[in-house]
């Protein structure tokens, strides 16, 4: 492919050069005003003429060489699936996909989830895939396929600063005397370092004095106007949520007393950008079992459940239903402030729009044990909506989820009307016959504790409540 990129190359080149003669030869002879005899006409013309024929053979290698590497077939795996093309400068994201740089840093700065997986990205960080780059390279060797080179402008230029900048950046930030555009145009780079460097993001909290509420600064002079400055704001929460990636610095972050109620007002209020990096944040920092109880006994709870439930975002309602999630699994405490703030509904929203189906299922699995959430559940009309998904989905997780569900619906339910909708699910489908040999572990224990109770109460007949 060398040799070939290098003719490439030449046949630019030569075209380029070949170009400039003609239209300097031209250029004389259309302003030269009839001075030039007739000898030096017709030399300029053969000049000319003899410029065109070298033109029309180079363009014509030119075309050909074009012509014999789109006749060859590029491999699927070479091809970026945003671009569909080759792809010359591949990145690997969070979700271990690779795609073309620039196209990806394009989408990303519009959607937070991966392209192909459709999973949440929970880290912007683009890292060069070498092993599928050399392996395309030598695939265009050994097929002369002419694979165009990296732009400038796509190379990242981004250096780690030494302490004293990163210092300099927050002074920036906090200074009363800083006008809004420095402290933006500071905030975005301290976001941008925060990113890229694990050592930036450890020196922040470790080495610099009241670095937190320094940062937070800004947004708090600006109170409920922040929304004036949201590019201002965006930059902040995303510099948090960089640094709460961080595995020491999350109990620091949660512990300060503005962190929590800064994202929760954020999740709220700023750009798509601002409130999916407050919702990462927070549920970066519930990796903590003692932040938990923090975050649960904070505004931060609510504001995660009325993000679930108001669907205007599909990556901040998927972040919110996983740390809530995150907040709630062995924390028996947290699932019971969850369900009082209507975690129930939101979920269930979710579910019947077939939004994050996944979370909402755990969630809804997570807390049906609670009399409430049956209620909740079996007045919303979901238990058609379950026993579809019995029936038909492969995942084994979800399939799980809604079987624990369905089962405490059973169990718990005064609605007599459930017990008879379960046993004609199961006369006319045998939906838990086959959940009971094919299903989980769980789901396997679920249905066959399902088809007793069917088994033995005939159909609109309740069991004994304990």
């Keep these: 492919m060398a040799d070939s990129t290098a003719d490439a190359t030449e046949t630019n080149a030569d075209t380029l050069t070949l170009r400039r003669e003609l239209k300097k030869v031209l250029t004389e002879n259309l302003n030269d005003g009839g001075v030039k005899d007739r000898v030096e006409t017709v030399k300029s013309i053969d000049e000319a003429i003899r410029i065109l ?40 994201i969070f979700s271990g996909q690779t795609y073309e740089k620039r196209y990806i840093t394009e989408w990303l700065n519009h959607d937070f989830t991966c392209p192909t997986a459709k999973q949440v990205l929970y880290r ?12 395309i390279t030598r695939w265009c060797l050994a097929n002369k396929y002419d694979r165009p080179a990296p732009k400038p402008s796509d190379i990242d230029y981004v250096t780690e600063l030494f302490t004293d900048g990163i210092e300099s ?50 947004l708090s002079v600006l109170g409920d106007e922040v929304d004036s400055n949201p590019e201002l704001q965006e930059n902040i929460v995303t510099a948090l949520f960089n640094m709460s990636t961080f595995e020491k610095n999350k109990t620091v972050l949660a512990e300060n007393h503005q962190v929590i109620p800064r994202l929760a007002k954020s999740m709220k209020q700023g750009s798509v950008v601002t409130r999916r990096n407050a919702t990462l944040t927070l549920a970066s920092l519930s990796d903590i079992d003692s932040n938990k109880i923090i975050i649960g006994n904070s505004v931060a709870l609510k504001a995660m ?61 997570l807390i049906s044990p609670h009399e409430r959430v049956i209620q909740e559940v079996a007045n919303l009309g979901v238990i058609y909506d379950l026993l579809s998904i019995l029936r038909k989905t492969s995942c084994m997780v979800t399939c799980e989820n809604a079987v624990v569900i369905v089962s405490n619906m059973y169990i718990k339910s005064r609605e007599r009307s459930i017990k008879k909708i379960l046993a004609e699910e199961e006369n006319q489908h045998k939906t838990f016959t086959k959940l009971a040999t094919q299903g989980s572990v769980v789901a396997v224990m679920k249905a066959q504790g399902i088809l007793q109770c069917i088994n033995y109460y005939p159909a609109g007949m309740e069991p004994q409540r304990a």
């Design 305 to 365: 459940i009325d993000v679930i439930g108001e669907l205007d975002d599909l990556s901040s309602t998927h972040e919110a239903l996983c740390a809530v999630l995150c907040l709630c699994c062995d924390e028996r405490e947290n699932w019971r402030k969850a369900i009082s703030l209507g975690l129930a509904p939101a979920a269930i929203n979710n579910f019947k729009a077939r939004r994050n189906l996944f979370e909402s299922l755990a969630a809804l699995a």
């Design 53 to 92: 024929n070298r033109l029309k053979i180079v363009e014509s290698k030119k075309r050909k060489r074009e012509s014999d590497s789109s006749s060859v077939e590029v491999p699927k795996e070479f091809k970026c699936t945003l671009s569909k093309t080759i792809m010359i400068d591949p990145v690997i």
């Design 169 to 218: 950046l927050l002074q920036r930030i906090s200074s009363p005397s800083s006008s809004v555009a420095d402290q933006t145009e500071a905030a975005k780079e301290l976001a941008l370092q925060t990113e890229k460097f694990v050592n930036v993001r450890d020196f922040f909290i470790k080495e610099l004095p009241d670095s937190i509420t320094r940062l937070l600064t800004p």
């Design 124 to 135: 912007v960080c683009l890292t060069p895939n070498h092993l599928i780059n050399e392996l």
